[in-house]
């Protein structure tokens, strides 16, 4: 993350920001992390993206932005893409699979595979369980302030489903 935070233009990282972060201040913030550049915390990153803002929201201003570089250098979403269908294949005749995610890019792209692999009539070889995902309980949210993001969606393998190859 040093490394794109250090070397990568004003574009690359707006753009990096804006599309795993969702970052709707995505070229200020780039533009004032290459202008305060060197970089060498995540404390002096954390208040370049904090000067970008005026005003303070409930969630820190950098939440976005240390989630964007943590999808970027992981390639998370490719990951996800690349082992959701596996994980359909491997699936035996009635087997489960639930998936937690936790932000909106994780969710589309979960929601949109399990929902592509529904189908429609023959093609289908799963059903979905839930229509909309199960989110986590206000009870469970005040012992558990992380599960408030926390989106569970689940399948379960049609009997005899054609394979994937």
């Given at each position: ?8 233009n004003e574009a690359q990282l707006a753009s ?104 429609q009539g023959y093609e289908a070889e799963v ?23 926390a989106k569970l969606r689940a399948v379960a ?9």
């Open positions: 993350a040093g490394e794109i935070v250090n070397t990568a990096i920001l804006r599309e795993f972060g969702e970052e709707r201040k995505s070229r200020q913030i780039a533009k004032n992390i290459v202008t305060k550049r060197p970089i060498h915390t995540t404390d002096q990153l954390a208040a370049i993206v904090a000067s970008s803002y005026r005003f303070r929201s409930r969630i820190h201003p950098a939440t976005k932005t240390f989630q964007a570089l943590r999808i970027a250098v992981n390639d998370e979403l490719a990951q996800l893409a690349s082992s959701l269908p596996l994980m359909l294949q491997l699936l035996t005749p009635s087997g489960r699979l639930a998936i937690i995610s936790f932000h909106s890019l994780e969710d589309r792209l979960v929601k949109q595979t399990l929902k592509d692999a529904a189908g059903y979905l369980l839930n229509k909309k995902p199960i989110t986590a309980h206000p009870d469970e949210i005040v012992l558990n302030p992380r599960a408030r993001s393998k049609i009997k005899n489903a054609p394979k994937i190859s």
